[in-house]
Every structure is written in C-alpha cells, then in structure tokens.
C-alpha cells in the first residue's frame, strides 16, 4: 500500500487533506511517501477499510 492509494481511497487531492481525514500529520505522510507506509500501520489501514486497502510486503523499500 501507498500513500497515492490512501489518497485514492479517502478521494484526497492533497496530502494535508489526507492528513485531515486520517489524523497522521502531513510530516508522517511524507515520510510515508519516501519510505513506505508500516507494515503494522499497513495492516490497520486495511482492517479499518475492511479489505478496500490492501497491506503489502512488497511496497517497503529498505
């Protein structure tokens, strides 16, 4: 999962407005974007959205 999938998903346009609907900070997103989101946050992500969203081993980089 990525944060253009978390944008997608929350139908976002910006990452401020991701960071309003999610309650992570705009730093975190970005952070996010450069690294890859948690897999932990990953797996959270996909419960709250009841599958919609999808965690993956293969979207973190090292």
Do not use: N
């Amino acid at each position: 999962m990525k944060v253009e999938d978390l944008m997608h998903h929350h139908k976002c346009k910006t990452r401020r407005e991701l960071a309003l609907k999610t309650g992570y900070s705009e730093v975190t997103l970005w952070k996010w974007e450069k690294k890859g989101i948690p897999l932990r946050t990953q797996a959270v992500f996909e419960l709250t959205t009841k599958g919609k969203l999808k965690a993956d081993l293969a979207s973190l980089t090292s």
